[in-house]
């Protein structure tokens, strides 16, 4: 499944796009088939489209999966209001949404389901910036750089005096959480002149086309689009690393690589349907999520993935947290399942 620029996905960002994107894989939604419900990260849309399209040709076109993309944080109120079966996260539950899931009597199940790297790009025109640390990042990024880092000169000396149009993921993404936290230090604190949209296959767009631009987005949009958009390789503290599956398989990109999730909720499993989609998604996300160019966790995690909701074990593990990111040993947990395959 390859999605491209002159033609990408519709998102949040246009609600009548957006419900026409959710009805794309249901053709005949106007029928009485059973409908899987999913909402939330546009990083997590690629895989679940291509899940979903299998699906469907497997169940021919019986069973409706309606997806929508309002992003990670939107996604989970709506999940935990009890408007969708699944919820998809490009970060772990909050604390608070598992407050809310609870208010509603609404338990669920934790799914790991792939590893993404958060990916800074900049325009291919852009000859002078090939890597960047952290806290270059953080000077670049952080509310009080409004006003004061305005060109690559301000940022580096060494730079042209040009300025920085900088492009992100809108607030409701997991994708501007996660980042705001690493880079700058606390989950949702950014500059606000930024160009945001919530989809990332939209900032792929806007980035190709801006030569002064800088941005970020998920790993599987800059693949798809990478003779677009040039990656830049960030340090912390070591060697610049970049974005590669092979540095994010050894653990070597860091402090942006992050697990991506399903959140299922535990009454919807009821349904066949989604327990069909469930059981499908598990047994065949490894194939589907190299297809859609994010990196799958070993064969075993999306068999525990399962085991869990035999064993009815609902809740998160990894979540919990007023923060967008895993504790750090939940983290290297999942990190070492993902290096070793257990």
């Known amino acids: 499944m390859k999605r491209d620029l002159s033609a990408p996905v519709a998102t949040s960002l246009f609600p009548a796009a957006a419900f026409a994107a959710a009805l794309a894989f249901s053709p005949l939604a106007t029928g009485a088939a059973p409908v899987v419900r999913i909402d939330g990260s546009s990083t997590v849309y690629p895989i679940v489209e291509a899940i979903a399209q299998e699906f469907q040709r497997a169940k021919l076109h019986e069973v409706h999966v309606n997806i929508g993309v309002s992003g990670t944080s939107a996604g989970f109120t709506k999940f ?5 079966d699944i919820a998809t996260a490009s970060r772990p539950i909050l604390r608070r949404e598992m407050e809310a899931c609870a208010k509603a009597g609404i338990r669920f199940y934790e799914m790991p389901l792939a590893y993404d790297a958060l990916t800074v790009v900049v325009n291919p025109q852009n000859t002078f910036v090939s890597k960047l640390s952290v806290a270059e990042l953080r000077k670049l990024w952080e509310p009080a750089a409004q006003g004061k880092i305005n060109t690559w000169k301000d940022l580096n000396p060494a730079w042209p005096a040009q300025k920085i149009k900088l492009y992100a993921p809108g607030a409701d993404s997991g994708t501007f959480e996660s980042f705001t936290e690493v880079v700058v230090g606390t ?6 002149d930024v160009s945001t949209a919530e989809d990332h296959a939209v900032l792929a767009q806007r980035i ?20 677009k958009l040039k990656a830049v390789a960030i340090s912390d503290g070591k060697d610049a690393v970049l974005p590669t599956v092979d540095n994010i398989r050894n653990g070597s ?9 399903l959140y299922v909720n535990e009454q919807a499993l009821e349904k066949p349907a989604v327990r069909d989609f469930v059981d499908f998604a598990m047994k065949n996300a490894a ?19 399962l085991e869990r909701i035999t064993a009815k074990k609902v809740g998160s593990v990894y979540g919990g947290e007023d923060k967008a990111r895993p504790r750090p040993a939940d983290m290297k947990k999942l990190l070492e399942a993902l290096l070793h395959g257990s």
């Open 80 to 84: 935990c209001r009890g408007e969708t």
């Open 187 to 192: 989950p949702r604190s950014s500059r606000s």
């Open 208 to 227: 190709a086309e801006d030569k002064d631009a800088l941005g970020y987005l998920g790993l599987d949009y800059y693949i798809e689009n990478q003779t």
């Open 253 to 261: 990109y860091q402090p942006l690589s992050r697990p991506l999730f």
């Open 287 to 305: 194939r589907l999520i190299v297809e859609a160019n994010d990196l799958p966790l070993p064969a075993r995690a999306y068999s525990e993935n």
